[in-house]
């Protein structure tokens, strides 16, 4: 679940298709619907995805992006054209040249995604785990000699997307932060960085390997889960319910049998920490910077970025820009 959101949150890099069926809402109970709610309530700037900043002469266009492809994001695409022509900067969390970059770099280190040396994945796990983790990549037109020699880490993050998205990896779809690079491309508006894409990618592959080996055991969830759990991230988020769609996340216990609620509670804590708040506050820098150089800015990043007392908005807002949300969407 944890690479899952990962996989939602930060990474512009993944492709896949729209995901339909039941919602894991209708699975909560009353008593956790209404939790939910109530945490969304008090999340700062907790719905609307398109937002302004101001500070003297400076605007800002802030929207918060789904990174993965659906064709309801024509909507906001739409909405957001007129201050991208007029920008003189869209930044994002990685450029078209950074996504390139870092292909690159796998395809040039091999080892960095597949086990080269010493014992597969078979080798090192119960045969009962390994024969729940198989199933689970053959769900997603993984093979099992292949899955065997992935590094935990990169079959974590495959497993982690659900098998109604895995078809469509291959097929270029495009989420809103590459459209929006695109239209920036053809409006002849250059695109940065908000981080370099190396961190993004140690943030991700990071720890031990006998860390990684403990969190794919965790990361085994039923196929048909995974896609409600997608259907209510994908809902929330294009009903401009930003804080419900990150939220909805802690209600997720109940799927991961593996794992005991004082550790998943662990767990999500540290992966707020790790995915958002850090991240907004190393943003911040940059986006001054950028500010003292351009009038006009557009920033296109994961949605989830926008929320919360930590939230890019709420950092801003501490910073002295006026911040409000734009009439357009």
Known sequence: ?????????????????????????????????????????????????????????????????????????????????GALSQADLLLVEATLDDQTALQRHMADNPDLLAITDGPTLPER????????????????????????????????????LPPCAMQAMVQGEAGLDTLLMQDAARLGVPTAPLEPWQDTFALLSGGTFDEQLAALQLAVMDGDDQNALIVALTEFYFAGMTAHSWHIAGFTHQLLPNIDQATFDAQMAQMEQDLLVSRNRNWIPVIEEAAAKHDRIVLAFGAAHLIGQDGVLALLDRNGWVVTPRDSF
């Open 125 to 160: 796990l119960d045969d009962a785990t390994w024969q729940s983790i198989r199933t689970a990549a053959a769900d997603r037109s993984i093979p099992g000699f292949m899955a065997a020699k992935m590094q935990p880490w990169f079959l974590s993050m495959s497993l982690a």
């Open 1 to 81: 679940m944890f690479r899952l959101i990962a996989l939602f949150c930060v990474l512009p890099f993944m492709a896949a298709a729209q995901c339909v069926g039941p919602s894991f809402v209708d699975q909560l109970s009353l008593a956790d619907r209404a939790a939910l709610d109530a945490r969304a309530a008090s999340t700062p700037y907790g719905t609307g995805l398109e937002w302004t900043a101001r500070r003297g002469d400076t605007v800002l266009t802030l929207v918060g992006t789904m990174h993965l492809p659906d064709p309801r994001h024509d909507v906001l695409r739409f909405a957001v054209q």
